[in-house]
């Protein structure tokens, strides 16, 4: 199994543009997670999906960001515009049932 | 709502010591799984040890222990016979059995010295 998937592994992006960040997770789990981590606020939970359906968005810290998991084994994270206190590692991590999580090598973003 | 507190921001230990990474956490609940998670200077997330709140055993994997005291709330990470490749962020994490969320704390950072 390759693991969860992330792409890019590093974005640098101007401000005011959209960033897409994809992750494709382990093949059979039904939870896909999105989380970011940073210096100041350490890993915060963004949103998850069970069976691709949203089931927590609180994390999401406003209406610039959007995630989407059109199938099982697709998923995006969304940001526009972006702004540089945007900048951090986001993860994507997987698990079945929702007991052993694994997680992606993430995507460091940057926002000049 | 559930925390994690890690109250050691850095730990440091020699070669072939043993070093225990302390955690609390704060939950009302009952039942619970408590995990450890390595974070090396790749920035992979990997897990290390996890704990069921149901189970009195303290987990065991290779090297690493953890000393669950489920009255105290508190879920320390022993590593024995420590090597460099030991080095890393170490973060304690919470999932309750009612959600699937996990929470993490604020993360240890671990130095292991030849």
């Known amino acids: 199994d390759a693991g969860v998937i992330q792409s890019p592994r590093h974005e640098v992006t101007e401000m005011g543009q959209e960033v897409t960040l994809r992750c494709k997770p382990i093949?059979?789990?039904?939870?896909l997670f999105w989380y970011r981590q940073t210096m100041m606020r350490g890993l915060e939970l963004l949103i998850y999906?069970?069976?691709?359906?949203?089931?927590?968005d609180s994390g999401m810290p406003e209406d610039r960001f959007s995630a989407k998991m059109p199938n099982a084994s697709f998923s995006t994270l969304k940001i526009q515009p972006s702004e540089p206190r945007d900048s951090a590692v986001y993860f994507c991590?997987?698990?079945?049932?929702?007991?052993?999580?694994?997680f992606g090598s993430g995507t460091r973003l940057t926002v000049v | 709502a559930q925390t994690v507190t890690q109250s050691q921001p850095e730990m440091s230990v020699q070669e072939a010591e043993t070093v225990t990474l302390s955690c609390t956490y704060d939950?009302?609940?009952?039942?619970?799984?408590l995990f450890w998670y390595k974070q090396p200077p790749s920035r992979q997330m990997i897990l290390v040890i996890r704990q069921e709140a149901y189970k009195q055993q303290n987990a065991t994997e290779n090297r690493f222990s953890v000393n669950f005291q489920k009255a105290a709330k508190s879920f320390s990470l022993k590593i024995s016979d420590s090597q460099l490749g030991d080095a890393a962020m170490y973060f304690c994490?919470?999932?309750?059995?009612?959600?699937?969320?996990?929470?993490f704390g604020t993360g240890t950072r671990l130095q292991v010295f030849p």
């Open positions: 093949s059979g789990h039904d939870y």
């Open positions: 939950t009302s609940e009952s039942d619970y799984y």
């Open positions: 991590a997987s698990s079945f049932a929702g007991y052993g999580y694994t």
């Open positions: 994490a919470y999932r309750s059995y009612n959600t699937d969320k996990l929470i």
């Open positions: 999906f069970n069976n691709n359906v949203p089931i927590d």
